[in-house]
């Protein structure tokens, strides 16, 4: 048993002082209540830690490293794309463990306390599968729990360079599995994430309308009755145009069509739908995965977020390529495009609650659905996701409640502020540093020499 003592808390009820927070030794939130006992760790502010629901772990290695600009006057998101497949060409089991562990820890040092892993690396160069069919799952596995982070995997089948069905070329051949290999290599990645703790969790990932077909999208959902369902929707304007030349619909149109999508779908990239989709897809009860500070690096476009939250859509956030890792940032960015793009302010807000609190709340809500995990509510039964924060900061100079959030979101107090986080009540950031961060730091940079960056 943990025992948590808090200046001020982010409860399902509201915000509450001097709260008292147990953990049992399972790594659920044993009770919640007033302080009566010796604490293990103080904190001034606690939040549930929020799940990111985005990443691609191993693209954290590219970041920095596509930012100039070639001869091609069009440099875009598919040069871009060319560019991450000849890195990947070079990367072995052992590389793709030390980046996600790195990128995992700093996950955690910035206040997320699990992520979905939307995993596409699967085989070795050429498209050649490894002894074990789920070799790279295991090592995602393993990373993660290196880190400490809560893990909800999700395993993506990619069938197709496009939507004319072309082979997979080049580094894409890492990815590539039909529906029966890959359901084979689902269910091993199923075994060790379910031998690894008891609080991983395993979902699907159908890539997006591009790199599946119909009749494979078909052939997975049947399979995979329970868990969440991520999928890339509509991301760039060229992706939209040639789902609607094959499919004769928008992507967001075509799902939505023909198949129930419903609260266990995470749809990522929602940066391409007319307004009639926008309304389509928050009734449905989905979440729309936002991956911002992303989606700005890539030029991928603007999420209606006002007109999305009007309907009463739910949202959460995710690192993505992982070019840069800050659950704040997220926030603000999303936040920050809506009011570049209607000149206005404080956009998502709503009239009792500020706008950070808006964002805070929903990220966590929605990053907890869109992981199938129980987290983002400190409450008795909830895996003990937390993330504990210090007021007497320059930025945020003793600020409470919604103040406090706004000036973790705006003033970037996030990165001073952040003291303790627990994952299912495994404590790996103290006083701001992940427990492991020498050995992690050090392993990650000692794999990396041996890559080729100039891409
Ligand atoms: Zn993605």
Not at 208 to 225: C, E, F, H, K, N
Not at 256 to 262: E, Q, S
Not at 394 to 421: K, M, T, Y
Request: contains cysteine.
């Amino acid at each position: 048993m943990q025992i948590i003592h808090a200046g001020q808390a982010l409860t399902p009820d509201g915000w509450q002082d001097d709260l008292a927070v147990a953990i049992d030794d399972s790594g659920r939130i044993a009770a919640v209540g007033p302080q009566s006992s010796i604490a293990d760790t103080r904190v001034d502010l606690l939040l549930p830690a929020p799940l990111n629901l985005h990443s691609h772990a191993f693209q954290r290695a590219m970041a920095g490293l596509t930012e100039a600009r070639g001869p091609d006057p069009r440099d875009s998101f598919w040069t871009w794309r060319r560019l991450m497949y000849r890195f990947l060409d070079q990367l072995s089991p052992d590389d793709i463990e030390a980046i996600a562990a790195l990128v995992f820890m700093e996950m955690l040092e910035a206040g997320y306390g699990a992520v979905a892993e939307f995993h596409y690396l699967h085989h070795a160069a050429c498209g050649t599968p490894y002894d074990n069919l789920s070799e790279m799952s295991q090592r995602i596995v393993a990373a993660a729990m290196q880190a400490g982070i809560g893990l909800t995997l999700l395993p993506v089948l990619y069938q197709h360079g496009g939507c004319d069905r072309r082979a997979l070329a080049g580094g894409q051949r890492r990815f590539g599995n039909d529906p029966d290999r890959f359901l084979a290599l689902q269910a091993e990645a199923a075994q060790a994430v379910h031998a690894a703790a008891s609080d991983y969790a395993m979902g699907l990932a159908p890539h997006s309308l591009r790199a599946v077909d119909p009749d494979g999208l078909t052939a997975v959902l049947g399979q995979a009755a329970t868990g969440p369902v991520h999928m890339h929707l509509a991301e760039q304007v060229a992706e939209v145009d040639e789902v609607h030349a094959h499919l004769g619909a928008r992507p967001a149109e075509w799902l939505l069509a023909n198949h129930p999508v419903d609260a266990r779908w995470c749809l990522i990239h929602c940066t391409q739908m007319t307004g009639t989709e926008t309304d389509a897809l928050a009734a449905t009860g989905a979440v729309a995965g936002l991956c911002p500070l992303t989606e700005s690096n890539l030029g991928d476009g603007i999420f209606n977020g006002t007109r999305f939250a009007g309907q009463g859509g739910a949202i959460g956030v995710g690192s993505d390529s992982n070019v840069q890792i800050s659950f704040f940032e997220e926030l603000k960015t999303l936040e920050y495009s809506q009011r570049l793009r209607d000149l206005s302010r404080a956009a998502l807000a709503t009239e009792g609650r500020s706008t950070g609190r808006v964002l805070y709340d929903a990220a966590a809500a929605g990053g907890a659905q869109a992981g199938g995990r129980d987290v983002g509510r400190i409450a008795p039964g909830a895996w003990a996701d937390l993330a504990g924060y210090r007021t007497d900061t320059a930025q945020l100079c003793g600020r409470r409640g919604d103040a406090a959030l706004d000036s973790l979101v705006f003033a970037g107090g996030g990165p001073a502020a952040l003291r303790e986080v627990w994952s299912a009540g495994r404590h790996v950031v103290t006083r701001g540093r992940h427990i492991h961060r020498d050995a992690i730091v050090a392993t990650y940079m000692r794999r990396m020499a041996r890559l080729e960056t100039d891409i």
